[in-house]
Nanobody
Framework: QLQLVESGGGLVQSGGSLRLSCLAS????????IGWFRQAPGKEREGVGC????????NYEASVKGRFTISRDNAKNTVYLQMNSLKPEDTAVYSCAAVDPDVRSNYRCSSAILPAAGRYDYWGQGTQVTVSS
């Protein structure tokens, strides 16, 4: 029943910034932990980061740590992915995903290895991010 819609993707030059949004409907966002994933052509889906349902903690893949920031605004039912210092290697389709930790008790955002895609139950359609050299 929960639906997620990403927006904010586009074309940006290397070193530039974009902010992606993940708007949730059909449920209350603060019940869910959120993950961000990306998939480049010919490559496997890669976890970017995650944020716990309370918003007090976020975890990131090493290659984006310090450049990307996940935040949430429960009043707007929206999670954001702020991307700074973008590189051509960041070019991919970015998707958000949600999981209710009370339902999926084995979910852990606070781990050295980010939760895999299979840990999430709800997915958005994705938004394209293209970073030019």
């Amino acid at each position: 029943q929960l639906q997620l819609v990403e927006s904010g993707g586009g074309l940006v030059q290397s070193g530039g910034s974009l902010r992606l949004s993940c708007l949730a409907s059909g449920g209350t966002l603060d019940f869910y932990a959120i993950g961000w994933f990306r998939q480049a052509p010919g490559k496997e889906r890669e976890g970017v980061g995650c944020i716990i349902s309370s918003g007090g903690y976020a975890n990131y893949e090493a290659s984006v740590k310090g450049r990307f920031t996940i935040s949430r605004d429960n009043a707007k039912n929206t999670v954001y992915l702020q991307m700074n210092s973008l590189k051509p290697e960041d070019t991919a389709v970015y998707s958000c995903a949600a999981v209710d930790p009370d339902v999926r008790s084995n979910y852990r955002c606070s781990s050295a290895i980010l939760p895999a895609a299979g840990r999430y139950d709800y997915w958005g359609q994705g938004t394209q991010v293209t970073v030019s050299s």
